[in-house]
């Protein structure tokens, strides 16, 4: 199974997005499960308002854990952190035309741009070409 059909299959698990994504990648970052479900729990439902799509705020997570350098006294990863993120949302809005959740879902167009499960596919993805450096 590749980390898509996994992403996908936790959110049929009963995994918000934002943790369908961010579990996802535990994995290959070294991190906590658990504590990356549980931090990623309150992005979900586009962070519970219908705001940023919650499979988007997890791949700010993602990031921070492949990127940050995790330094507290002198922290000097914020633009590199900050500029992967703009690379992948900008590449998120192109393929869906919004990332707002409402928007995608449709909610005031009743024009649905994409399923949850195609914003996890792509979230990871995109995190996968841009981050990891892997291609389909």
């Not at 199974?1 to 299959?9: L, N």
């Not at 499960?33 to 799509?53: H, I, Y």
């Amino acid at each position: 199974m590749d980390r898509k059909e996994q992403a996908v299959m936790l959110h049929k698990n009963g995994f918000n997005c934002a943790q369908s994504v961010a579990c996802a990648f535990c994995n290959v970052m070294g991190s906590d499960p658990v504590e990356v479900f549980k931090l990623s729990e309150p992005f979900g439902f586009g962070m519970g308002n219908m705001g940023v799509c919650g499979a988007v705020s997890a791949m700010g997570l993602v990031v921070g854990m492949k990127i940050s350098d995790g330094n507290l006294d002198s922290p000097k990863t914020k633009k590199e952190c900050y500029s992967m993120m703009k690379k992948l949302t900008e590449e998120f809005v192109n393929k869906n035309g919004s990332m707002i959740c409402s928007e995608i879902k449709g909610i005031e167009t009743k024009k649905v741009l994409r399923s949850c499960n195609g914003c996890i596919e792509d979230a990871v993805e995109l995190l996968d070409k841009y981050l990891l450096g892997i291609e389909e």
